[in-house]
Structures are given as C-alpha cells and as structure tokens.
C-alpha cells in the first residue's frame, strides 16, 4: 500500500498536523506536503476517473506535468476546478473533490464507456453524430455537453472573493526556472552586476538535484543550493520569487510569469495571484526536463508512477507509494528509483530494463544491493483495476506473450527524459531532434531574436537538453555569462562548479512496450492520459490520413486539455512516426503555446473588474442623474441616461411621458457626450471638404451644417452638425461614440497624406457641457433666463450665436434632432451642473422633462432621422439612405467619393431606406429580415430587407420602424413580410408579421415645427 | 508585444500604447483613377513574410503617426521613421538590405 514511511520528508514538518478533506473523507498530512503526497500517504491511489472511459486513475507525475490528479478545489466562492494535487500545497481545512465521476469515484457509470472502448476509436465524435441532423440539437449535444469538459466550472453567480494584480517590471536578465542551472546561470548574471530577476514556480529552491543526488563542489546538492540562495538574496541587484512561473514568452522579451501568493494560505492578506508582466532584455529559461511514460498496457493503473516522481515523493515527503515497486525503464536514471526504495525499506522484485544489455554502473549498485534485474524485458500488461496488484512480464522484442508475473503494488516507469523547451518554443525558437537522448532540445542557431535581431533568449541545463549534473552546471554557467556578454558587460571568469555523480549508459528509445505489442495491448497502452489517448488511437489516425502532426491531435485530442501533452507528446508523436514511416525530426511537433500551465482569469483581469473594469466617463450633469434614479444606457465609455423612471414606473412608461411631455411642452437633454472637435487654420475649409461629403468651406460664418463622413471605401462612418466659428475654424460635432475614432481619422489624413495642408485639430468634447432644449416652449424658456436674443428672425434655424444666457457664457445653436423646436446650448464644462439646474428651475411652469436617450432615438426616428450603428452598419453608403442631398456633386473629391462610383454601389437593387408600419400597429422585432419567394443556393431562405431602427411611438400611439429594403422607395405601399419570434420556440417554424412600406418621416413630414 | 521607437516623442513604446494602421506609403487613388488602382489602392495588400512597412499611431502617447521598418517573422526591428516621407531612409534601407540582400522594397 502507498504509506507515510517512519522518517524523511525534505519538505514536511511531522510536528505540523494538517487536516483535509478528500471527497468528504478526512485525511491528515503534515505541513509543506502537496495535496498528492498527503493522498498518497492516506493510501488515496484513486484520484479521479479518466475522461472519455472513466478508467480509474492514480497520481503519475509530482510536479505541473501530472494529467490525472485534478480536483476541484476549495467551496463557494473560492470553489476552481481542475487544480493539480500535485502542485496544490496542503493547508488546514482544504477541501478537495475528484471529477469526472458519478454517482460516485469509486463506483462510476460511466465506466461502461471503457467496455465500449472499442466503440469509441479517435474521431468518434466526428464519425457518429453527423446524421440525422435534427438529431443534434435534442440529442447529441445535450449528451456531449453533460459529458465533455473537465471538472466543473464555478457557479456563474459566484463572485471570485479573492483579489488579483498586475506588476510591471523591468530587468536586465530574467531566469526562469530556480533549479540548479537556473540558479548557477543567475548567480553569474549577478555577479557581473546585472539586474536578475529570478522565478520559480515551487516553493522550493533547487529543483530535482536534491532528491537525485551527487555532490557540487564537494558538498551535498542541498547545501550548494542553499549557499548560492543566500549569495543571491544578499544582492541589490537581484530579485527572487518563489511560487512564480515563467508562463509564457512573448516578442521583444516580454515575458508573463505567474504568482501563487496566497494559493497555499486562502483568505490571506493580499493579492491570491499576481501577474508579472516582465519586460527582460536576456531570458535564461532553466526549466528543467520531464520525465516521460512508457507505453504498455496498463499503463494507467493506479499505482503506475514516473520512476522519478516516486523519488519525489519519497524524498522530498517522506511517502512511499508502494510496498512492492517494479521498476521498468529503458535508461540508466530509474535505476536511482530502485536503490532508493530498497535503501529505504521498500522491496523491489524486479528492475525490467528494455535494454538487451541493461544499463551501467547505476545497475551494478541495484544487483549489488541484492535487487533482480531483467535486461531485455518490459511489461505485457500491468495487472489489477482499480490498483496495481502485479505485473505481466515479458520480451521487449517480441509481441507480448508473458514470462511470468510478478506481484507488486507499484510501478516505476521511465521512458527518459525530455526537456522542457515550452518557454523557448513560444516565441519562435526552434527545436533539433537529439537522437542519443531521443528528445527535441532548442536549436541555439535558432533561438528567439529580439527587436535588434540578436536572440535574446538562451537554454540552460537540463532544458538545454545537458541532463547529467556536470554538463547541466556547465551549460547554465554559460548561460549566465552569455546573457551578461549580450547586455554589453564584462565578467569576471570564474570556474564551472565541479560536479560529482555516477556515469550512465546510454537510453534505449522504446515508444512500445513490448516493441511488438498486440492489437489488444495496444488498446490499453495509454499515450495521453488526459484525454484518453492510446496507442491504437494515433496508429488508426495515421491509417485514416491524419498525417500531420497537427492533424492527429486535433483528430484524436493528443495533448490538448489542461497539462497540453506534457507526458504525451512525444511519445505519441514518436508512435505516429513509426506508423507514418518517417523519422521523429520529419514528423515534427505540434506548437508549444502559452500559458506553460493554466493560469487563472483572475490573474488575467487584475484589477481590472467593477469600478475599475474601465475608465468611466461622465458629463457634468451625472451626479444630477444620478440622483434622479436614471436607468443607464453604456455608450463608448459614457454612461447616458436612458430614461428616469419615477418611483413605481416602467421604463416604457417612462419613455412615452417623457416624449409625450418634450413634444407637447418642454424636454431637456444631456448632450455633452457628443463629440465636439475643432478644426482650425488656413486650410480647414479644404480639409473639411475631403472629410465631409457635402460643401464644407462655403458654410457661412454663423452657419450650422449637417454632415455626413465616409471612409475611403465609401461607407458611411460618422455624422453630425458641422458649425463655422469663424474665418479660419470649424467646429465639428461626432456621434457620441465616435468623437475619438473620427479625431484619430481626421489626424491620419493631416499626418499622413495632406501634411503640407496647414490645419490644427483639437477634440474639445469635455470641454464642454452641451444641453438640449427642446419643445414648443423651448424659446420661452431661454427668453425667461435671459442675456442673448433668441428669436426667430435673430436666431433662425441651421444658425449658432455666442452670449450670456442666465450670466453663463454660451453658445447657442439651433438645430435639432427631435424635429421639434430646439436649441444646443454649449456652456464650459465646470458651469454645466449649474446651467442644467438653472434651466430645471426656470423650466418649470413648462413642465420641464429630462428626457433619456431611448426617447431621443424614438423622437428621431418618428422624425426619420438615421442614426450611426442603426441605419449604417460598415456596408451603408448614404445614397442608401436616400441622403444624396449631402453629397456634393460640385466638389472633386472627397474621402470615399472615387468608391462610391463603383458598380456595385451604383446597381439598382441596393437595399435602401424606408420606413415601416405593421399592419396591426405592432412594434416590428429589431433586426428581423423581410422574407422573399424561394429559397438561395444553401437552401435558406431569401430575404428582401431589413429592420434597422423600431420602435413604439407614443406620439402616434402605433409601432414605426425604419429599414432597408431591395427596391424600397419604389415600393410605397407595397406590405411584406417580416420574420418575427416563434410563439413557441420548440417547434421549428417560421412567424411573420406583415408590415406596409411608407416614407421614413413619420411626424412632421414639412418640418414645420422645428423651423419656428 | 512589440517596442517600437516613437520618432516624434523620442519614446521607446510598447505595443499597448501603439495602435496599428497598417501598409505604410500606399498611393491614394481619387476621382479619375481606375478600378484595377482602385482595388489596389483599397484592398491588395503585400502582406509579405519578412520585411514590412507599416503604419502606427502613438495613440496612448504624443498621438502622431509614424513608420516602422520590421520583419514579420523575427520581429526585428530596422528603424522607425516619421510619417511624412514617401519611403524609408537610407540608413533603414541599409539595415533591411544587410539582413535580405535584393530586398527591393514592399512596392
């Protein structure tokens, strides 16, 4: 049985109890335990069930790489599925639940899946649910979706209680990775007087080195490290974070790393996660390698572990996972696996060694200390279910009959090693296939270059592919000092640290155990644990044509999910080359992509949530609207008032009396997020010709013009009135939403194309608080305030005057979007709050009403008027919209004029302005489609228009609408019909409403209420 | 994430104050030109796999537009240079030319 052995445990403090929680059960481990080596101490061997089969499934791995043990971790609001057990570090109270399991994780249903195995080939999903198709909506994607998926996301209401940050950081030389290389490469960057930044994603200095043993310098592993961490920690110029990961690496040395500040003490003070958004001139990555499964049938067996995970847990926890361990391996490093349990008590039967001839001195040590080992050998298939209970072995060379079996509760496997080349690969670093150690290791003539073209990234130590301790400190020792050389500094030299460790013979790459396994082996020799991945799968992917890399992990999910294939993917890729027929390095590997492990979204948002989320924009007037109970509707970074709804009233109520009050009395609008932006200089005039497609230098001083904005390819993109200040300047005014885009737009044409063209632009929007005043009474209300004549004749519509209105300087224009007598009074900024009250006091014997902008839409378009983003949509030109008065036919050009003459803008069937009545005064569905006969080549419907404005006018107390219909202007009169919602979404049949095609304007048809 | 160089403000940019405008020095094509310089002028872009030369606006900094000279695969930078121009300079030209002999230019 896996068991807490009498002593050892680098990491665990036995005088610090914790309790935990696994599935309900409660278990006991010590301080500095993960959650895996207190499970395994607790003889926990099943952790969860497989994805696809539901197979049982033990811990594998004891670090990021491990693709079984996922649980969903902590309650409530700190509930996160899919963390690993075996980087989660124990606290008191942590409660943890396996996945993938019902009703229980002993006893699974969905194990009938694995009985099924043969059913449920690579592309399954692909080859099943294609017909019929009415099928999917009811019933295979109902199952899928209850099925798929690892883990289960938190609940959508539950707000994340914990807290997250960004840092920004510079440095000279980031490593990654706090191994020995990492931190041999850091300590020479250091000394020669760098900025070292140096990260690691354990809470423990000093990587693998510790539990695999030789000597560095003489002295024990663990106290070279610990030196050289105090040598570094007592440097200025150095920074050290533990928890840390080098998540990914990005173009110009911009590199993500990822802190776990409070992962292990919940509820603690402070940020959980940080984010490092690391700018590094030289990234050293010393990531170490991973330990790689061997492919035989049972591979999964809980109780089947990485032989170097086994050292992990004995050493580092003091937890042997077995009483009985077979050891099976094709390289000399397992060796190490098997004296260590035999030094420690444990019982070895058998070291099964593909090799014909074994290993070397590491196998002399194991004979000597009495352990059988077996060359030639591997295994048939691992026996048990829900736990190893023995081994089958058999000749490595032949097809899998068995020799014998073996008792045992535990399996240590080794397939060597390969480099952990993620951080390298991520930014276009290139791989090279090392054939004597059969793993990719990074191309340095090939390494990820920087913005002056020279790398700026270099590999060391075992992520370089050097795995022996000697070559590993040689390689980081280089590193460092190269990383120093390319930021331009000298060093001082100094020796390689002397290592001391046994010599290995060479690995024997073995990707299937045995070499000739049966079909039925084959069917159970797990590649991808994750996802369920065999051997069977990729050879019959291969069969199929999936011959691309890509393809056959796409195809069969080889290294997708949470751990991305870090035990799977060479070994799947060497199985598809062996099918293929071509070489490993020919058959390449998939794409490393960042993150190197998941990351939360918490450290992705940052402080980036709530009030914070985004910049928040508000006029002047927004604590008044604010505290008139305003619902609000989010335009660009503005909040506008969509309407005020008093105590007990609807929105729609309250939409209809503030229309109905603004058309029959008195309205008052915030306008002040309208874009305003000045335009001034000797040539204003030309430019705001080629801006606008209508006459832009003929407007008179003291003018106001409507004008419409196009971008080169003829579409229209912004509108608004455009007003003469004076002589040289222009002021013009943009969609709320567009005042930034159409500022930057104007800019482009100035710097870019007319730079000779003397003209200054100036977006001047919060300059200003900007009013509408509209209605029958609106003149009466500025004549009460008094100081500027507003008369008819002194201030004719489509005009503007500059004054004082109630002792506030003002500009007055008079134009309107309402169609109803209005005025836009434009007052500076910090007056705004005390105009706007000014004319809530004064206006009220009118019945003054703030109105919103839902009842500015419904006003418009009672009015007809387009609005942007409704009417125009990036594919509307304005001849569309029936505004060929606003195109200048005098001018030459303009910025989309040449586009518009194209053929296609010029055809007769473009779909173009109308406006729209039901026949039964309803409201028309927004976006809904007029239906046409027949149906189109993909055997949809055709359609003839669309609905882009609609509404409830309470002004004519029916719906009216606005849309884009083939032909429509030809067509008054005519009814057709439109697509509408289904009264019962069940049943799949097509609703309509019919509507009559009649002019857009619907009020006011002479405009002869604005013009008074 | 890129750093470009900004010539107007002096200030080394990172790509999160930059916003992208694309092909730089393309010709405008007005009233009187013809579909085929239409088309091109609008829509066919070079896109090519190596040296680039684009369009960016110091949009969350000084606001002006500027050049730059980079190759689309290795990310190296050649040199950033203002917008007014109708070509990269010399000393750009050179740095292109070093790295891709024959490089003739986008156009």
């Known amino acids: 049985m896996s068991t807490r052995l009498a002593t050892g445990g680098r990491f665990t403090d036995r005088g610090k109890q914790i309790g935990f929680t696994f599935n309900g059960r409660r278990f006991t481990g010590f301080q500095g335990d993960t959650l895996a080596s207190a499970l395994l101490a607790g003889d926990q061997l099943l952790v969860g069930r497989s994805f696809k089969y539901h197979r049982p499934r033990g811990i594998v791995a004891s670090g990021a790489e491990e693709p079984n043990a996922l649980v969903g971790l902590g309650q409530g609001a700190r509930f996160e599925p899919d963390q690993r057990a075996t980087t989660t570090e124990l606290f008191d109270g942590l409660v943890a639940e396996s996945q993938n399991h019902w009703p229980s994780l002993a006893f699974d249903v969905g194990e009938i899946n694995a009985k099924l195995a043969r059913f449920l080939p690579a592309g399954f999903y692909y080859k099943t649910f294609l017909w019929p198709r009415a099928f999917w909506k009811h019933l295979y994607e109902p199952v899928i979706r209850r099925s798929a998926g690892l883990g289960k996301a938190p609940h959508p209401e539950v707000r994340d209680a914990d807290r997250y940050e960004h840092f920004h950081v510079h440095t000279e030389v980031l490593v990654v990775g706090g191994g020995i290389a990492g931190l041999q490469a850091a300590r020479n960057a250091a000394r020669a007087g760098a900025q070292v930044l140096l990260i690691e994603e354990t809470a423990h200095w000093g990587g693998r080195t510790p539990v695999d043993g030789g000597r560095i310098d003489g002295r024990e592993p663990e106290a070279w490290v610990a030196e050289t961490v105090a040598e570094l920690e007592a440097m200025d110029n150095v920074r050290l974070r533990l928890r840390c990961m080098g998540a990914g690496v990005y173009d110009h040395g911009y590199v993500l790393g990822y802190e776990r500040l409070t992962d292990h003490k919940p509820g603690a003070p402070g940020p959980r996660h940080r984010l490092w958004r690391i700018r590094a001139r030289q990234v050293v990555t010393a990531t170490g390698a991973i330990e790689r499964p061997l492919s035989f049938a049972g591979n999964d067996v ?56 074994g290993g070397g001195a590491l196998m002399q040590e194991a004979r000597d200390l009495g352990i059988r080992v077996e060359p030639a050998r591997g295994i048939s298939k691992v026996l048990g279910g829900a736990r190893v209970t023995g081994v089958a072995i058999c000749d490595q060379a032949g097809g899998g009959s068995m020799l014998e079996e073996i008792a045992c509760d535990a399996v240590a496997m080794s397939g060597g090693w390969s480099p952990v080349v993620h951080l390298w690969s991520h930014c276009g670093g290139k791989l090279t296939w090392d054939a004597d150690g059969a793993f990719f290791r990074p191309d340095p003539s090939r390494a990820p270059t920087g913005a002056d073209g020279k790398p700026f990234l270099i590999a060391a130590g075992s ?26 500094r000298g060093f001082e030299e100094s020796p390689v640290p002397r290592a001391e460790t046994t010599e290995e013979a060479p690995l024997l790459p073995v990707w299937l155990m045995p070499q000739g396994a049966r079909a039925d082996l084959r069917m159970k020799a797990f590649l991808d644990y994750q996802n369920d991945v065999k051997v069977s799968d990729i050879q019959l992917a291969a069969r199929e044509g999936y011959e691309s890399v890509e393809h056959a992990k796409r195809y069969t999910t080889l290294g997708m999910a949470t751990d991305q294939g870090k035990l799977s993917n060479i070994n799947g890729l060497a199985i598809l080359s062996d099918a293929l027929g071509a070489p490993i390095p020919q058959t390449g590997t998939t794409t490393f992509r960042p993150p190197y492990t998941p990351i939360s979204f918490g450290a992705i948002a940052g402080e980036a949530r709530d009030a914070v989320f985004q910049p928040l924009r508000r006029t002047p007037m927004q604590d008044w609207h604010e505290a008139s109970n305003a619902a609000w509707e989010i335009v660009g970074q503005w909040r506008r008032p969509y309407c005020y709804p008093r105590p007990g009233e609807s929105r729609r109520a309250a939409v209809n009396r503030e229309i109905t009050a603004t058309r029959e009395s008195l309205g008052l609008l915030d306008a002040s997020t309208l874009g305003k932006i000045l335009v001034k200089g000797p040539d204003a005039g030309r430019f705001l010709d080629m801006m606008y497609t209508n006459m832009m230098s003929t407007l008179p001083v003291g003018k106001c013009r409507y004008g419409l904005m196009c971008n080169e390819n003829g579409f229209l993109m912004d509108d608004g009135v455009v007003v003469r200040l004076s002589e040289d300047s222009w002021l013009c005014h943009t969609t709320s939403g567009g005042a930034d885009h159409v500022h930057a737009h104007m800019e482009d044409w100035l710097q870019c194309e007319w730079w000779d063209w003397k003209v200054y632009t100036a977006n001047l929007t919060e300059q200003y608080a900007q009013i509408a005043v509209v209605g029958p009474n609106a003149r009466k209300l500025l004549e009460k305030l008094g100081g500027m004549d507003v008369s008819k004749e002194a201030l004719p519509f489509m005009t503007w005057a500059e004054g004082t209105l109630a002792d506030t300087p003002a500009r007055v224009y008079r134009i309107s979007f309402s169609g109803e007598l209005s005025y836009e009074i434009a007052v500076p900024a910090n007056r705004g709050r005390a105009f706007w009250g000014k004319l809530l006091d004064a206006g009220a014997e009118w019945n003054i009403t703030p109105y919103g902008t839902e009842a500015l839409h419904v006003m418009r378009a009672e009015k007809g008027f387009i609005m942007i983003g409704d009417e125009s949509d990036g594919t509307v030109i304005p001849q569309d919209l029936g505004l060929h008065w606003a195109i200048s036919k005098k001018k030459e050009d303009f910025l989309g004029k040449r586009a518009q003459q194209r053929p296609d803008m010029a055809r007769g069937d473009r779909w173009q302005l109308v406006g729209l009545e039901t026949l039964d005064g309803s409201v028309l569905p927004d976006g809904a489609y007029a239906i046409a006969p027949g149906k189109n080549a993909n055997g949809q419907r055709n359609t003839q228009g669309r609905v882009t404005s609609t509404y409830y006018s309470p002004t004519l107390g029916k719906g009216i609408a606005m849309g884009l219909v083939i032909h429509g202007p030809d067509r008054m009169g005519e009814v057709i019909s439109f697509t509408a919602e289904a009264q019962d979404e069940t049943r799949d049949e097509l609703t309509t409403v019919e509507a009559k095609i009649v002019s857009p304007v619907f009020f006011d048809p002479k405009g002869e209420k604005q013009d008074v | 994430m890129l750093i470009l160089h900004c010539p107007c403000c002096g200030i080394d940019a990172a790509e999160i104050e930059l916003a992208p405008g694309g092909e730089a020095h393309l010709k405008r094509e007005g009233p009187g030109s013809s579909d085929a310089a239409l088309e091109t002028y609008l829509f066919t872009r070079d896109n090519p796999r190596g040296v680039v030369l684009e369009r960016w606006r110091h949009a969350y900094g000084c606001g002006k537009w500027f050049l730059a000279a980079r190759d689309s695969v290795t990310q190296e930078v050649y040199g950033t240079y203002a917008a007014q121009t109708h070509a990269p300079p010399q000393e750009i030209v050179d740095r292109i030319t070093a790295r891709h002999p024959g490089w003739t230019g986008a156009h």
């Open chain 1, 302 to 357: 809980p109780g089947v572990m990485l032989a170097s995970a086994m050292r992990d847990y004995v050493v580092n926890y003091g937890v042997a996972p077995g009483d009985r361990t077979v050891v099976v391996t094709n390289n000399d490093d397992a060796y190490r696996t098997a004296i260590l349990l035999k030094k420690s008590g444990l019982d070895v039967p058998a070291i099964l060694d593909a090799r014909p001839m």
């Open chain 1, 463 to 488: 992520a370089n592919g050097h795995l022996g301790l000697q070559e590993a400190l040689a390689c980081a020792d280089g590193a460092g000092k190269a990383a120093v050389e390319a930021l331009g």
